[in-house]
């Protein structure tokens, strides 16, 4: 069974620090993908990275697919109270439609 | 461009009812289709997906099913619901004929919160 632990499950911020979240697994992933979600709704899309040690920026969002294609890490820098939200990962395998989500890491930036 | 639905929004139902959780896509042909669950605050639960109409996979055994009888409407059902069935669906959808392995992006409906008393 193919599992995806995020750690932390929870982080509490003041506005302005960085953090990192990461997303683990002992299985190949193709493809990696970093949702966020607010209360009530469903997830959106921020980044999808297909290629091991692949880097991706998003504005203060910096997303990296690890070489081994098993883990990733989200991070952000200078936190705002706008970035707050459940933060999930989900991993494709090629050759299959499915799609597993992480655990998820509840984010609360505080201003 | 491409909408996806699902209703009821809120529901709370006996233990022991039926369910009927219903959901469209519109403005594409031949999607992926999925059901996920997600316990308050937590990643999802991937419970089924659907690459065509009447082709149903069941990722976890329990006691809800899953039915696609057109294109781009999906269902999710039970005879007897329990009380470990709470929680919040979400029905989602990717492009047709792009496995994992390509990145597809999953978007994803409204959701359906269900409480089971």
């Known amino acids: 069974t193919q599992l995806l632990e995020q750690s932390p499950q929870f982080l509490s911020i003041q506005e302005g620090e960085n953090l990192t979240v990461y997303c683990n697994s002992s299985?190949?992933?193709?493809?990696l993908q970093w949702y966020r979600q607010e209360p009530g709704e469903g997830p959106v899309l921020l980044v999808t990275?297909?290629?091991?040690?692949e880097v991706k920026k998003l504005k203060r969002l910096t997303f990296q697919f690890g070489d081994a294609r098993k883990d990733s890490s989200l991070h952000i820098t200078a936190a705002q109270p706008g970035d707050t939200g459940l933060y999930l990962c989900?991993?494709?395998?090629?050759?299959?439609?499915?799609?597993?989500f992480g655990t998820g890491t509840r984010l609360k930036v505080l201003a | 461009s491409q909408t996806i639905h699902q209703w009821p929004a809120t529901l709370v139902q006996p233990v022991g009812s039926p369910l009927s959780l219903e959901c469209t896509v519109e403005?594409?042909?031949?999607?992926?289709l999925y059901w996920y669950r997600q316990a308050a605050g937590r990643g999802l639960q991937l419970l089924f997906y659907?690459?065509?109409?009447?082709?149903i996979s069941s990722e976890v055994p329990q006691n809800l099913s899953a039915s696609r009888p057109q294109d781009r409407q999906f269902i999710l059902s039970s005879k007897k619901l329990l009380l470990s069935d709470s929680g919040f669906y979400l029905c989602?959808?990717?492009?047709?004929?792009?496995?994992?392995?390509?990145?597809?992006?999953?978007?994803f409906g409204e959701g359906s919160w269900l409480t089971v008393v």
């Open positions: 990275v297909v290629t091991g040690g």
């Open positions: 299985s190949v992933f193709s493809s």
């Open positions: 403005g594409t042909s031949n999607p992926n």
């Open positions: 989900a991993g494709g395998t090629s050759g299959t439609y499915k799609y597993i």
């Open positions: 659907s690459v065509g109409i009447g082709q």
């Open positions: 989602a959808w990717s492009a047709p004929h792009r496995r994992g392995g390509s990145g597809n992006t999953i978007y």
